[in-house]
């Protein structure tokens, strides 16, 4: 049997691991024998290489590293590949597929919906609300542009509005992009969280939300059932694919 090993950033916020550990609980509940291993790239424990010489040290052979990303950024193309790469490096009976990050999908999507429903916000509430996509952040274009497009199309869902903001690394900021809607007539403001887990920068949106007097302020997307499809859709996808690169080279590591 394959492993799917969850691979978060990590925080020192202990609501972090406690949402990561939460995603784990419910993936394993919804496939039976599964086994589901959580590893972090900083700040937590257990680290990433850590977890993987236990598991061949277990006899484990095939991994699916599943990053708990949203956005394709530096932690997606540079931390991970790094550090899948120094551990498969030290063990050759092991394989590891990385997955695919878990955005863009209509699955998170439907998982904001889930949380703007929970938070207050009525069906017909939608051609009278603007909604502020607040995400991290970035300072890799990519990752900027697909918050972006995200809020583009989701907008064609009957939305008043819907506009991207950042908590870091990018403008426009929570409280700038709810005051933005104020400003064009909008009569709700609706924040929706595009994070997975409480910590520093889901706070900071918060902030921004409560400071610009936003009208509903949605919770961060967490264990969602729509995130636990999600990712055993791309652990399926993983297990199709090829093994990550071994070569250190292509982690940038020489």
Do not use: N
């Not at 095939?62 to 708990?68: I, K, S």
């Not at 064609?156 to 700038?176: I, K, L, Y």
């Not at 005051?179 to 910590?199: I, M, Q, S, T």
């Not at 400071?211 to 199709?240: K, N």
Request: hydrophobic residues 50%; glycine residues 8%.
């Amino acid at each position: 049997m394959t492993v799917l090993l969850l691979v978060a950033h990590g925080s020192r916020d202990p609501r972090h691991a406690a949402t990561v550990a939460a995603l784990r609980e419910r993936v394993a509940a919804r496939r039976p024998g599964l086994r589901v291993e959580t590893g972090f790239l900083d700040f937590c424990a257990p680290s990433v290489p850590r977890v993987l010489e236990r598991l061949a040290a277990q006899g484990a052979r095939d991994v699916v590293a599943l990053p708990l990303l949203l956005t394709r950024a530096f932690h997606a193309k540079a931390d991970l590949p790094a550090a899948l790469a120094r551990a498969t490096a030290t063990l050759p009976e092991l394989t590891v597929r990385r997955a695919d990050v878990l955005g863009p999908s209509s699955l998170l999507t439907a998982a904001l919906e889930r949380r703007l429903r929970q938070a207050g916000v009525r069906p017909g509430d939608r051609g009278s609300t603007g909604v502020v996509l607040a995400s991290a952040g970035s300072s890799d274009p990519e990752a900027i542009a697909v918050i972006a497009e995200i809020a583009r199309e989701w907008r064609h869902t009957g939305w008043c509005a819907v506009r991207p903001a950042f908590a870091s690394a990018s403008s426009p900021r929570t409280e700038d992009a709810v005051r933005a809607l104020r400003a064009e007539g909008v009569r709700r403001v609706a924040v929706a969280p595009y994070v997975l887990a409480p910590g520093r920068l889901p706070d900071r949106i918060a902030a921004g939300a409560h400071a610009a007097g936003a009208d509903v302020l949605a919770d961060v997307l967490g264990p969602a059932p729509e995130v636990v499809s999600l990712l055993l859709r791309r652990y399926d996808e993983a297990r199709r694919g090829l093994p990550v690169e071994s070569a250190l080279a292509v982690a940038g590591i020489a």
